[in-house]
């Protein structure tokens, strides 16, 4: 069924997101899709935060002209639209705004890593033959392949792919993730080197014992 999108500020708080399934205090702008009706369904419109609606919809609107009620909104509203669902910051955006978003991030990763340091410590009791200085499976995959052309969404699934922070604009999430994937590059790289010149140090020393 074909989706269209709307933004508008909550006309009261009793509509709750359907990601997250918090209410939307009344006033705070809204992300809407909507379904029209058809023989076998009737019509639908679900709300978001507008965050939410970044994680959740993959396939959101292309530009701020296939989101109605945008034109409605006032220039500050735009602007936060256009920051948080297409990725454009406005340079003089507020200070405030990104400090709060930023320290929500902290936050959650904060409490990501904190699960995920129990779920390797159990993994680990459980498990003796699993080595700690083993990488995680999912750091395996090193890639920067078209990650210019990639929507902000899809950049800060790969952040949260790599443990990395997902705030901030565009272009710095795209260089977070570049910096990361030469860092661990360099890193490879290195523990490759020892390994192979301890391998060399220990065949020099047999030899000698040999003779």
């Excluded at 902000?152 to 272009?171: D, I, M, N, P, V």
Aim: charged content about 40%; some cysteine.
């Amino acid at each position: 069924m074909p989706r269209t999108f709307s933004v508008q500020p909550a006309k009261s708080n009793r509509s709750k997101c359907k990601a997250c399934d918090s209410k939307i205090d009344k006033d705070e702008l809204r992300m809407g899709t909507h379904t029209e009706a058809t023989d076998e369904y009737s019509a639908q419109s679900k709300w978001f935060h507008l965050k939410c609606f970044v994680k959740k919809i993959r396939k959101g609107p292309s530009s701020n002209k296939a989101v109605g009620g945008f034109n409605e909104l006032s220039a500050s509203q735009q602007k936060k639209v256009m920051r948080i669902v297409f990725g454009e910051c406005d340079e003089n955006s507020s200070a405030s705004e990104s400090g709060s978003e930023s320290s929500d991030d902290d936050r959650q990763q904060s409490k990501k890593k904190k699960r995920g340091k129990k779920r390797k410590l159990s993994a680990s009791d459980s498990d003796n033959s699993v080595s700690d200085e083993e990488p995680p499976k999912k750091r395996l995959k090193l890639s920067v392949s078209g990650i210019d052309d990639m929507k902000l969404s899809e950049l800060r699934a790969k952040c949260k792919e790599y443990g990395l922070k997902q705030s901030g604009k565009k272009s710095e999430v795209i260089e977070r993730i570049k910096e990361f994937v030469r860092c661990e590059s360099a890193k490879r790289k290195k523990a490759e080197h020892n390994k192979n010149d301890k391998g060399f140090q220990e065949k020099c020393k047999k030899e000698k014992e040999m003779y």
